[in-house]
């Protein structure tokens, strides 16, 4: 295990399941977690296993690295383990796993704020057990249009902002944050920005890299503006 530490935030190169294992029983307050979907998008110019749809992205950057992560979903086991260390949980993709989630009236929609004719989805959903309502919010999709950041590595990055907005929401005050798929370190840094104790697990090398020098350059930049 590789362990780094930036302002608030603690960043694991471990297998989220062997760092789960070892904690207690709600370790964590809230978990924020976007896991593998098992629709093949994991860095190929495809948009999945179904689609022979093909994009460019101007954004990427030269870490952005084919791979592949997304070939299956997690399974029961890694759910039951989530829910054991933590005491609520947001899961992007939610609807990807409902066979595999308890019933939850709670739901976030995230609409991405993209143009009419893009192939991808309009909005992606999260299943939460944190509250019984839906509630939607609308950043643009870092991958398609200038956010925080011009560059993107990861094909699932999402908004740092975003991350904002579910802290905000669904989070207090001194509470821990978990991620049990990092991937580009979005919700790092939204923890690192608003002060919450947080850590992150990234099995990929590459990401786990990539990830650490983009956390550690949004911390380097808010230093420059206090």
């Not at 998008?41 to 084919?66: C, E, H, I, M, V």
């Not at 759910?79 to 009236?105: Q, V």
Request: hydrophobic share 35%; net charge neutral.
């Amino acid at each position: 295990m590789i362990e780094t530490k930036i302002k608030t935030a603690t960043i694991l190169n471990i297998d989220c399941m062997e760092y789960m294992r070892s904690l207690p029983d709600k370790y964590f307050d809230l978990a924020v977690c976007d896991p593998p979907y098992g629709i093949g998008f994991d860095g190929d110019s495809t948009l999945g296993n179904n689609s022979s749809a093909r994009w460019k992205n101007p954004a990427k950057s030269a870490k952005y690295k084919q791979k592949e992560w997304d070939k299956k979903r997690p399974d029961c086991l890694y759910f039951a383990e989530l829910m054991r260390a933590t005491n609520k949980s947001i899961i992007w993709g939610g609807n990807y796993f409902t066979d595999l989630l308890p019933p939850s009236g709670g739901w976030v929609i995230w609409d991405k704020g993209v143009a009419n004719g893009m192939s991808l989805s309009d909005a992606e959903m999260a299943w939460t057990n944190a509250t019984n309502n839906i509630k939607k919010c609308e950043f643009l999709w870092a991958g398609f249009r200038k956010c925080e950041t011009t560059e993107r590595f990861h094909p699932t990055q999402k908004p740092v902002k975003l991350y904002e907005w579910i802290l905000t929401n669904y989070a207090k005050p001194g509470q821990k944050i978990f991620d049990s798929h990092m991937g580009s370190g979005s919700s790092a840094i939204a923890c690192n920005n608003l002060g919450f104790e947080y850590v992150g697990c990234e099995l990929d090398e590459d990401y786990y890299n990539a990830a650490c020098e983009r956390i550690a350059q949004h911390a380097q930049q808010e230093r420059l503006f206090d």
